[in-house]
């Protein structure tokens, strides 16, 4: 059974950081990996989507990579912003059962 | 605005209550989903429904039981409730499953006292 790990579980970091949050899954024979942002009291929305056959994805200041190889995931966040503030969670696309793992979240707070 | 859309946002009942949760997607997916979101914030599928066929059933309690009557919607009913249900219940949708980006509703927050 897959299972998905991110780390660290929470961040905190001044305004103006880039950073790294991080994303490891036990199983690589995945279909797509997902990246989501949570609000508090909100669903999820999603940030990217990266296929298995792609190697990274980019959307303004975000940029997620996959290594599928060594079962990691990263998401850079360029000069953060307090507006960044929230839980970020991956989501392996499997079609091992037919549905998505999600890993346990990293929750980042950025100070102005 | 295409969505997906849940009600009730909030749900607050007392043990033993039978209480459902509805579900709607108008973005023309097949594939639909219950999670369940612990007070970890840890999310955990529940159910799957392709096409208005059951494809997913995690090892979840009898009393839960999905229905849905077209690919549109997927409700979700729940019987005999008890404090252990109290968590946020998202319902999500994609084109297909396995492969395809997946999209919330905003959660129903169910409050079992």
């Known amino acids: 059974k897959q299972e998905v790990t991110q780390i660290p579980a929470a961040l905190s970091v001044p305004e103006g950081e880039n950073l790294v949050l991080n994303c490891s899954f036990t199983d690589s024979a995945i279909y797509n990996l997902q990246w989501f942002r949570q609000d508090p009291g909100k669903g999820l929305t999603s940030l990217l989507l990266i296929q298995s056959s792609q190697r990274e994805q980019t959307s303004g200041r975000l940029n997620a990579s996959l290594d599928k190889s060594s079962g990691r995931s990263t998401l850079y966040i360029a000069a953060s912003q307090p507006g960044d503030s929230a839980t970020y969670l991956c989501?392996?696309?499997?079609?091992?059962?037919?549905?998505?793992?999600f890993g346990t979240g990293t929750s980042l707070t950025v100070i102005p | 605005d295409t969505a997906v859309s849940q009600t009730p946002k909030y749900l607050v009942t007392q043990m033993g209550n039978d209480k459902s949760i509805k579900c709607e997607q108008n973005?023309?997916?097949?594939?639909m989903y219950w999670y369940k979101q612990d007070s970890k914030k840890f999310l955990k599928i529940m159910f799957s429904y392709n096409n208005k066929e059951l494809i997913i059933n995690e090892t979840v309690p009898n009393r839960f039981s999905p229905k849905s009557p077209d690919k549109a919607h997927l409700n979700l009913h729940i019987n005999s409730l008890e404090l252990g249900d109290s968590a946020v219940y998202f319902c999500?949708?994609?084109?297909?499953?396995?492969?395809?980006?997946?999209?919330f509703g905003n959660g129903t927050r169910l409050t079992v006292t």
């Open positions: 973005l023309g997916h097949d594939t």
């Open positions: 989501a392996v696309g499997t079609n091992t059962g037919n549905q998505f793992y």
């Open positions: 999500a949708s994609s084109q297909e499953t396995g492969w395809s980006p997946l999209h």
